[in-house]
T-cell receptor, first 115, second 114 residues
Framework: DQQVKQNSPSLSVQEGRISILNCDYT??????FLWYKKYPAEGPTFLIS?????DKNEDGRFTVFLNKSAKHLSLHIVPSQPGDSAVYFC??????????????FGKGTLLTVNP | KAGVTQTPRYLIKTRGQQVTLSCSPI?????VSWYQQTPGQGLQFLFE???????NKGNFPGRFSGRQFSNSRSEMNVSTLELGDSALYLC?????????????FGSGTRLTVV
């Protein structure tokens, strides 16, 4: 049972345009969501996160939107740059309550930004 | 400050053998988590340790085990290796281990089972 889904295995965009990566979840207990960027043979690097009490969080070119009723989040990258080309993972956790110590990841979306 | 260090970076083992992977967390971090990344399954949670105690375990067979030492360094062991154990094994350290907050990942150990 895949609780976090990234339905697009890949996405290709032109440099300077917007990249939108999507993620859906099924477990309503999740209250903290993260996006990671990963290059081959490296560990994931944290990009941005959002708590379930918010619906938007912004950090420079990266914005994450959360729609709790739809159990959907998205990562917007504006403007996209060739250096953004990597695999992006969506992850979720139950951060409150102090008894859950794991992340549940989606399978990732390969973003390619073409010059 | 130094990041999360995983050793070795690459490993080739034969089916049936066992393997031990090591993870040194960021100084001051007491939580270490382990994840397996495979092309078909993405990143899957193995286990999490805090102050030498395993607090959470993923859905992996008993062949996968781990431990944490008093200096917070952690090891994971896989016994009786199978071809399907070929993967990138990642560890992450954090102060509290709570829900991904403040996690820093290492570069991983690439295990190939032949």
């Amino acid at each position: 049972d895949q609780q976090v889904k990234q339905n697009s295995p890949s996405l290709s965009v032109q440099e300077g345009r917007i990249s939108i990566l999507n993620c859906d979840y099924t477990n309503s207990m999740f209250d903290y969501f993260l996006w990671y960027k990963k290059y081959p043979a490296e560990g994931p690097t944290f990009l941005i996160s959002i708590s379930s009490i918010k619906d938007k969080n912004e950090d420079g070119r990266f914005t994450v939107f959360l729609n709790k009723s739809a159990k959907h989040l998205s990562l917007h990258i504006v403007p996209s740059q060739p250096g953004d080309s990597a695999v992006y993972f969506c992850a979720a956790s139950k951060a409150s309550g102090g008894s859950n110590y794991k992340l549940t990841f989606g399978k990732g979306t390969l973003l390619t930004v073409n010059p | 400050k130094a990041g999360v260090t995983q050793t070795p970076r690459y490993l080739i083992k034969t089916r049936g053998q066992q393997v031990t992977l090591s993870c040194s967390p960021i100084s001051g971090h007491r939580s270490v988590s382990w994840y397996q990344q495979t092309p078909g399954q993405g990143l899957q949670f193995l286990f999490e340790y805090f102050s030498e105690t395993q607090r959470n375990k993923g859905n992996f067979p008993g062949r996968f085990s781990g431990r944490q030492f008093s200096n917070s360094r952690s090891e994971m062991n896989v016994s009786t290796l199978e071809l399907g154990d070929s993967a990138l094994y990642l560890c992450a350290s954090s102060s509290t281990g709570t829900g991904g907050i403040g996690y820093t990942f290492g570069s991983g150990t690439r295990l190939t089972v032949v």
